[in-house]
């Protein structure tokens, strides 16, 4: 830990040495018009058994994200010491201020949690939470598990992923780690721009790191319900945490690989879709349309695919911003 | 018309008896903050073609629904006079200004359309637009279309509907019309409180009035889009309006008969589906599940079907509050 | 109940004619942007054993004022339905909307409850709870007590208070329900504008209503608290609900008699009160002073009783506006 | 005064009938989140000498218009009794709430003072205020004038208007009042829509009743008060209530005989004003242009005068929104 | 002063070296919105005679604070240059965003300027003020006296207070001048979390510094004022800039020895405290419940005393949020 | 180019080395609650033809100012390749998220753009524009104009300016700019705080750089438009990248000497203005008056010139608040 850095003001109420189930939270003071002696408190469960590596468990980083609240906050209701070897440390709300209002980033300082690592002690809450998982909780774990989904204003085809990194031992573990999750879809990721990613900090510290997206619009279904809880259980096992055999699973492996894959908006308006998640496309095919939204009978605005390949991702809501990316064209690679 | 109200300041700026394509606005003016002599302006198309039938085709009655925009923005700006025998007036953003604000209702006046009929001449805007169509509209119109779908916090199987009257011969009427739509599902409606809403008034001047709910979530998808297209083409085939063959679909007859259709929280928190939209349900089923986001560790509220059917309807967001209805279990009539 | 009238849309999950002791609530659907099929859901207690009076008792009508709802719920957790002869209904947050907000007035239509009366079944969220009151439950109540503080902007000496009423049979009982409670201090209030008030509802249905000050500043204290449970159990036994003797209590008898009694401030600023709650002052004496926030040095505005008496009420908050009420000095009656 | 209305809850700090100089409030009680026992201060100032006719002056009666205030906040600080025969009302900042909040319509409620009249003595509190002057100062008045500017999203020519009245004999005293203030300009108004207004309200008590448009943007400049500083002063000289003469003035008389003096938008966007107010313009001359707001190199739309005259007012942001007037022509009368 | 560091854009209006009353402003520019050319001002009063020693009294470092603020304001008002020797230097709303706001923290930027030292010249508005005191006040002064109390959300037993430092010879100075100050009670503070305090920029700068918590809740009373009075002209004699004696006091001297003095909720809910401030509780005895807020009938959550002592602090509001302080218990040292 | 410092993310869509017309954005990705895939996206135009110099002119640095934008818009409109020698690089709304939202600042940060120089790469979206300007346009530049005006809360006599500079090279070739730009004004500035400018980045770069203040009050005219427009033109002539000869102008040149030529409010009320701009002002006269917004009858606050000049600049809204500055007096140099 880096000596000239002051301590990260966030206390636990769990003992990470401690053997057994424990449900307890992150207090984090902090100090506010409506509570001069408030704190975000944060809930964590740590189940732990003896020796054995550690995985690191956690979903609402983006808080309008519900496939790894959901799933990790049953998990954490179930998961007993007596079925783990090492130990698994769950954070079903990680942005828990963001969580609780429903949004992608948090209310108090408009943090977007996955872009502030790695953080400040001394900086805005959203800051201070960053530091944490930096300084504290990423290096107590083996295996990182970051549960996403699109949130209120994209969706997703459900998918695992892991990053193309310059250590290629450390990419192996995370796509074997990948494959174990046995979502529908899988994707090697080349991020284009990673600074202050969450995924960088946990790689960067040579974590085994996966992520996912596992559907969207602010909301989550059975089926994704049940890709997330599978998925993790799966990663546990493969893991050597939980024993077992992993549930199988066939995933489609897809490859976004350049920025011809996006398709953005420079006008605001209507959205209609012209194609669905999973289908499809054609380079050069009309894929949306953006009405006018102040009179009827203009013509609308046509964007074509700059590419052929798999609808994967959309714009969610019904009304679209110039600047917002339509769709996102992946390869299927097998 | 009433001759002891005040008339609706509201003034067209197409003419609903000439024949042609028209696109207008309906001006409603309203002196305000940051325009003091400035208007609600609603986009309006009117397609006439000689003598016959009016169809009065509305959407974006509630402002977060986006099948009915899109599919009307669409007719209108391809609908010729010569297709046309009678009259089409096309109003695809009804409350035009929560639809421009993504909401379910009026940032103006927090106006739901819906229930604010039959309005008032010298009410809020909400109210002017609901006497405009009270007072000017529906008397103009035979049958009458009006699109709905689940909005930002709902999420509905795709169906028309129609509700039970007291005249037979105009429910009738109704029937074929929401048939001859071909939506997937078919709804017959008991509506259990029936005040203030825009089927009502159409309903209680004796016009063919079909409703739908074709999606929800606040997003649109090229599926649904296509279900609200071909169904309002088929409606004015089958009106006489248009010529030709409506387009063959095969619907399933749902019905809601009672209030044990209904399964709503009364706990706040992060809510778990365990079964999806059209899925069979049993009765005593648990069907969803509302987890604390305060603290880990701590069961579940369990939510079950007070009765057999399918899932036709369900809350949307993540998280869900005291009081929110949570599913809705149809009865299934073939 | 008033035939023309159409029904309130509330309906209660408790069962008033049951005996045995029933948590519920009272379902008012609300309809809005973050819940389209969502509702608002009040709180609700009914304790009954056989025949014998009904009391109605109410908190939180104003929803910054703590003393009821703490001792009403506690109450609802307590009561057993073998203590009891006839009936309670418990309404611990009668303004739930207002009280879940920690505010006066409801959040949705800023609506005071206690200024909505008789309201309407077609109105606003305000309007509807108000209507159900006077139209279901006040009907169902031979002694009504609702428990109010001074909120987060008066604190007031704690009293009981019941009103002047044209009917003398009626103000007797009202007065001997109100010595029964056991306040530290009683008043007697001739209200000067009773237009909307729950009290006036009450009244003018004949039923004994009794009210009360015990605190305020949007906070209650184990004292006052302690004031209110006593007085609550006191009245149930003065109504022969409870079984037993009333808590021994000494009251001191206070008046308001004229608008003399007010002291307003018509500039804003900072306030310094010269006197306490509780202390006596003389007429002409400095009782509070108002100084300038934007400069020092300016000599602050001075404000005198124009009566002597006790410091009755004073106005909370540490800055004052042009228009507040500064103090109330009231007659010590004995 | 209507016997079955109840009283309206404000009460004078000032007595109508005494002679002197009085400066008071009209003190309307509000209870709100942030006073429970607070209240509306609206300024006002009587003067009084003896017999004679009564002048009611007000500014502020919408919030952003300062010509009003200024003057009438100059007058009230320099009348002397001595120098009145009769009694001067002024009110200068008639609508105090959206006054002090720099704004048309009120904070409280979004009331448009100018469009509630009558008013409710059980209404909003800016029905309240409208209720006020309806049934308790316009009975107190011989000669009432109103004075108003642009507000911050209008521009006008400075003017003094009065309206086209059924008794002729009212308007000839009301068109010599609006000569006698000697606006650089005049304009004779038929009014399309007058339901609401105050000017309605004090014209059917039978009052001589003038207005004014004075400038606008939210702002005023020497120039403009003066001409409102010597129109009052003119005025109260005609009304026989002050003596001397009048300063002398020249009017042009201006017109606006239809609706084709409007020019509104149908596009949001950047306003290019191409003739400034006074200008002369042609019909069918591009008098504004709106440029498209989200890219480059677009034309921008154009909007031309539809008759000739000259430019008498101007929409004043430099942003426009669809629905919004852009300029007014007016004919020259002389 | 660090020569690396711009200047801090504020200018006092008052001359610091000039003997006699100045009351004056700091003035810090701020461009915003509503006034592009506009400036913070911050009220001081300089009085001063002749050599001697500098007092910086200051209040509204909280802005909802109230008996600092009222102290100084009258201080400030009489103080005679004639009465003092050295200077007193006094700004009553040290943060005057927030006093202005009735805030805890500045509406601009949400700045804590108690947790933002030592601030920086070209940072935000609270931040610049930081800086202010850091760099130019705090080495003018040799005693400094910062008035606290509990603000909205907190409530205190009155004491004043001072740190346990490193320095000896400093804490003795300052708690001579605590003792001086002669408070109802005396708090030895050994601070956990001292970064950004403006005690520790005092201190750090060899500073006498003693602050007080004197009340709370967002009020003030005459008794807690004339505490604050007293303990001004007693500091002030204390240090020898006003001559006489000071007012006897006795005070008892409490400690808060460790982190068991804190009890905190987990629970968000309806907060009865079961103790009173200046109440002696038991270790394990139920301090405070937090009841259910959507529902009755519910077993309210127990907090219990970790430790025997004194209630010398507790939260407010009558509503508490997971993570909030509910109460401290101190030790009574004598 | 810092090597150190990461990339700006923000994308051109078009390609400054390339010859001809180009209509694009600057692609700025804002990952926020309602667009997780968002962008800002800023018009810009670019006009190449062959070798020559560069011109960067900008609008909407801050976004309430209309007269840049205007032109501007229209010079992207109109602007051929072929009258071109060299390069223009058009950016009209520079600020844009502040200039669509009508705000001197930007609504996403409340970032002062022209206070943000030299800007992050990695901070608030305001900062990020700023770096980009700063390391990628301004080194394109050989002439930088950027166009102001007073905005919503200023207003100005419509002059160019150019700042002393300690390259006296540099600053005549400024001058000679200033005066090519043929406003009727044009002022040398000496600014006293040029820290965090546009302006300051431009000139240590060494660009000749010209800034104006066109009007101000959020608006624009058809006279202050048509100045901008020939001031761009003339100063591109002036340059030599259009062909022709500038438009004459005569301009008066002022300058603002020192402090004394600011007038301040230490009040809060209504504004009155005794001079209007472009009139003579002599020291000592009154100026402005600030008047009672709570009562009448209380004398106003007078300001009083502190020389004598020209009435350069004024406060433009109604009110007032402390702390704003009243008025600018300018010598008349000639």
Not at 225 to 250: K, T, Y
């Amino acid at each position: 830990m880096n000596a000239a850095l002051r301590d990260n003001p966030i206390s636990p109420t769990v003992d990470f040495a401690r053997d057994g189930v424990q449900h307890g939270h992150l207090k984090l003071p902090y100090s506010r018009d409506d509570s001069a002696w408030g704190a975000v408190m944060i809930p964590i469960t740590v189940v732990k058994n003896g020796a054995g590596p550690t995985a690191l468990l956690t979903g609402g980083n983006h808080g309008d994200e519900y496939e790894g609240p959901v799933a990790l906050a049953k998990l954490a209701q179930q998961l007993q010491a007596s079925e783990v070897r090492g130990r698994v440390i769950i954070v079903p709300f990680m942005n828990t201020p963001a969580f609780l209002a429903g949004r992608r980033t948090s209310p108090i300082d408009a943090g977007n949690l996955n872009r502030s690592f790695p953080g400040k002690p001394d900086g805005t809450v959203t800051q201070k939470i960053a530091d944490y998982f930096q300084r504290y909780l990423l290096p107590l774990a083996d295996l990182v598990l970051d549960i996403h989904s699109g949130g209120k204003t994209l969706d997703f085809l459900p998918f695992a992923a892991c990053h193309v990194l310059p250590d290629k031992a450390q990419q192996e573990c995370a796509e074997a780690a990948m494959q174990a999750f046995g979502a529908p879809w899988c994707m090697r990721m080349l991020e284009l721009d990673a600074v202050g990613m969450y995924d960088t900090a946990a790689e960067e510290q040579g974590k085994v790191f996966i992520t996912t997206e596992l559907g969207g619009g602010g909301t989550s279904s059975a089926r994704t319900v049940a890709i997330a809880e599978r998925g993790v259980r799966n990663v546990l096992i493969h893991a050597g945490i939980l024993a077992g055999e992993p549930a199988p699973a066939e995933s489609v492996l897809l490859d976004m690989p350049d920025g011809d894959c996006f398709v953005s908006s420079t006008h605001s308006g209507l959205l209609e879709m012209c194609r669905d998640l999973g289908e499809r496309v054609e380079q050069g095919e009309v894929i949306a349309r953006v009405h006018d939204v102040q009179r009827t009978g203009t013509p609308a605005v046509e964007y074509r695919a700059k590419r052929s390949g798999l609808l994967a991702a959309r714009h969610f809501p019904g009304l679209v911003q110039s600047g917002d990316t339509l769709a996102v064209i992946a390869d299927v690679l097998g």
